[in-house]
């Protein structure tokens, strides 16, 4: 049966899968558009299926704040290939899914993949996206916050996002989005040197005691030493006390201290493709 044009236009838009996959889809379904739609989501599906084991290490990570400022969430949209994930209805399917999940509140990745979008549930939307990309898509990551007031940033390229959450409202946009770039420039392993896991604390001073012991120092020494090791350490890796990339002569404390001694921070989230 002939297929127009207008036809295989109304199911792209519908599926948002290529002409020729509609055309295919149309002239299975002998013209009936419902099961043209069911065939392209079983393609999807399918595919899916066969690309389970594929790698999708690209992607791209989108954060965003919710209207008031308060909430901030943080979605990571798997892909195969850096061409997938530079083009913009890849990014903007990632957009959409994280404007969802701020709507309606969600707290967990589960939630976020239950939700519905466009009359399917997230997830299934991901599945079909497979199908219609070509490539294994995944929701692999999402993360929120709740403060204050809250910062998000987005590294150009869309492959690293932080999150950063203040203990005041209404914090200047320049200084949290400052504070943002740090976490997301220099990684801080937390906030601060009392949020260090117990386990990472205990194995930077077993590093630190080997290091010295090879060196010949005495052992009666070796606790006192690798605590300056531990103190540097803190230093260096825990976002309060690192020192401000803009200016290298004060700490983020002591830069957001000039701002408002009452401001700091109480939340943070990073995610980065390449780490």
Known sequence: MAISAADVMKLRKATGAGMMDCKKALAEAEGDFDRAVEIIREKGKAIANK?????ASEGAAIAKTSADGKTGGLVVLNCETDFVAKNDNFVAFATSILDLAL???ASTIEEVKALELDGRTVEAQVTEQTGIIGEKIELSHYAKVDAES???YIHPGNKLATLVGFTKAGVEEAISKDVAM????MNPVAIDKENVPADVVEKELTIAKEKFRAEGKPEAMLDKIAQGSLNKFFK?????????VKDGKISIREFLGNYDKDVTVCAMERFSLNA
């Open 236 to 244: 260096e890796n825990t976002l309060m006390n690192q020192v401000y």
């Open 182 to 185: 740090q976490v997301a420039a």
């Open 51 to 55: 690309r389970a084991d594929r790698e």
């Open 150 to 152: 809250v910062a998000a």
């Open 103 to 105: 709507a309606n509140g």
